[in-house]
């Protein structure tokens, strides 16, 4: 059977030895130290080889917006309010050009599936769903689009938010969040987020307990449902900062409550330490949910980008490699095994929240990889290595050089 692609002397995390990987018709057909072909080869030179990251949580809609909003204050409410503001001006087309300037920027940091929560209201309609539904469409050769729609401005306050989410839901919505905290009965925004999954048999991703007081918290309501409805594995809480309030064994004991009922936890260094402890003047806390300590419960976690360039988050490249370093240093990770980990929770991790049946380097799955420029997990993390190219159902889909030192002749 002749091949397509071999990519010859690629490094996979945990392994030994190197590999080749035999491709043919966009899937892995052989994987062997030496694999004996005539077919167009590619030298992976003994560098690190990954099934590309997955970034489980990110805003496309509203990416972008740094020149039409204020950050003054760095609070959730200011930037909840600015978006709001900004977004009753969208476009179809105005938040197509945006996300895909970032979602473009993501593809060249290596990350091959993403969810994108993309918000539905009164105010911005359907505009943003549409134009994240032409995304999907328009990359699918680069990047696997998951589309979780939510209501960010609540749902039960908010008349007319549930009409269009329930339309956005028929019209191919991938997943479906919730925002229960800014909702004047939060309980019931999550009964009604679970009632509409289990009509349109959807997974959930909420975003929750997003501030630092640990006296209340509705991952308790979050697991009670996800318990009731039998909905273990399909469910997801986004920032959790309230757990990095909890001391020891109350968050052993919230870990155990999440790893029993199912609900993977995906943690967004960038926005929760731009945003948390804005009341505090000095001896200002950290507010990143600690995901290694949970991962050792059970509990299936990641680490995302959240939001690029907006009043949320005014920074961004992009790169779950940069944000993996960032979890690290936050998390005060040192041990080379625990540094490690950290590149999982970018890749291996967050595939299990969103499901991913045919993730990995594996015979039979699609040919979806990424070369990085090292030669070991922990130094991926520790030094930000650079992806230098990437393959997407055995199609180049990105290439950078890696950098060459010019030295005196």
Not at 46 to 53: C, D, E, H, K, T
Not at 188 to 215: C, K, V, Y
Not at 245 to 259: I, M
Not at 344 to 361: C, E, F, K, S, W
């Amino acid at each position: 059977m002749p091949l397509d692609l071999i990519l010859r002397r690629a490094r996979l995390p945990g392994a030994d030895t190197l590999f080749d990987i035999a491709v043919k018709d966009g899937r892995i057909v052989d994987l062997a130290p030496a694999i004996t072909a005539d077919a167009l080869s590619e030298d992976a030179g003994g560098r690190l080889v990954i099934p590309g990251f997955v970034d489980t949580h990110i805003h496309l809609d509203k990416s972008c917006i740094l020149d039409r909003c204020r950050s003054e204050e760095g609070t959730l409410q200011e930037a909840i309010a600015e978006v709001a503001a900004a977004k009753r001006a969208f476009t179809e087309d105005d938040v197509y050009a945006r996300g895909q300037r970032t979602l473009e920027k993501a593809i060249l940091q290596g990350t091959t599936f993403m969810r994108t929560h993309v918000e539905v209201d009164p105010r911005v309609g359907l505009t943003s769903f549409n134009a994240v539904r032409r995304l999907k469409h328009d990359y699918a050769w680069a990047i696997d689009l998951d589309i979780c729609v939510f209501p960010q401005e609540g749902l039960l306050n908010d008349p007319g938010t549930d009409e269009l989410l329930v339309a956005a839901c028929e019209a191919g919505a991938d997943a479906i969040g919730g925002c229960p905290y800014t909702d004047t009965d939060p309980n019931g925004q999550i009964a009604r987020i679970f009632e509409i999954a289990r009509r349109f048999d959807l997974d959930i991703d909420f975003h929750l307990d997003f501030d630092l007081d640990p006296s209340w918290m509705h991952l308790d309501e979050v697991c009670r449902q996800t318990a009731a409805h039998r909905y273990g594995g399909r469910v997801a809480i986004g920032h959790v900062t309230k757990l990095s309030a909890l001391p020891p064994a109350q968050l052993d004991a919230a870990a155990r409550r999440l790893a029993d009922a199912g609900v993977a936890v995906t943690v967004l260094p960038a926005t929760d330490l731009f945003l948390m402890g804005r009341g505090h003047d000095h001896n200002t806390p950290r507010g990143v949910a600690p995901a290694h300590r949970l991962v050792r419960h059970g509990v299936t976690c990641s680490i995302a980008t959240n939001n690029v360039l907006n009043p949320f988050t005014p920074f961004g490249d992009c790169s779950l490699v940069r944000m993996a370093n960032l979890y690290a240093n936050v998390a005060q990770i040192g041990r080379l095994d625990d540094i490690a980990a950290c590149l999982d929770l970018v890749t291996a991790q967050p595939a299990r929240l969103m499901n991913l049946a045919h993730y990995g380097i594996a015979v039979g799955n699609p040919a979806d990889f990424v070369v990085l420029d090292t030669q070991d997990a922990a130094m991926a993390v520790a030094e930000l290595a650079q992806p230098l190219t990437g393959f997407k159902r055995g199609r180049r889909s990105f290439s950078r050089a890696a950098p060459v030192l010019c030295r005196p002749v």
